[in-house]
């Protein structure tokens, strides 16, 4: 059977190209088919592959800061990305009508991330504290460059800022659905940093029992004072490093 030039080309450039991407597909990583991120070293000294950015927003979230999320401040490994994503998820449910804030995370290929002295392997990231304003209702901590994003609020020992008070409920609530959530992916939180001060406020919701005995809240006092956000570190293995 005589088949034309040009057929003959055109399927000599198709099968090579099939036997190309099989080749790929077996021999990449499979890391890089289902897009999972890769974590190195610990979250003090450490880097990440494929890291992924987390959405600018949700039904019951916002991200801090667009300019901070655009400039590619909030990228994570892709298994804190789908625990962070199932606990806002469960929360719509048993916590409706509250509102979260996430913060900073991490760059995309993670490393030194100022001024923070962790958030390197994409394990980390900050949650700015749920608030309630005078009438009890669930708003957003206000974050803007005036106020460092929100990171220079301070607030006072009544747990009160700029007219707004801690919700510690919704606080308690969210290290519950994150917890879950990581046990649900076979993973779980390593540890807390909340204020030590403010922890007691936590601890007297109905989730206090079940955050003392499954969460480790940071005793110390941190280097920079956790009072309007509190930062969770995910326990996830790394191919390389401890995976903290
Ligand atoms: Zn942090």
Known sequence: ???????????TVFLFTMVFLCCWLLLTPSAVVAGASRCHGTTADGSLDYGVRLPRSGPNFSS???LAWLAGRTYVHSEVRAIVLAAYQALRHSQPGKVYVLGETGWK??????????HQNGLSVDFMTPVVD???????LPTSVFNRFGYAIEFDADSRALGLTIDYAALGAH???LDRAAQARGHGLWRVIFDPQLQAGLLQTEYGPY???HITLSKRRAWVRHDEHYHVDF???CPTGAGR
């Open 109 to 118: 290929h993670g490393g030194r991330f100022r001024p923070h002295k962790t």
């Open 134 to 140: 005078a009438n009890g209702q669930s708003v957003p």
């Open 64 to 66: 801090y800061s667009d």
């Open 211 to 213: 955050i003392q005995r």
């Open 235 to 237: 326990a996830i293995p």
């Open 175 to 177: 290290l519950v659905a």
């Open 1 to 11: 059977m005589h088949i034309p030039t040009g057929h003959r080309c055109f399927a």
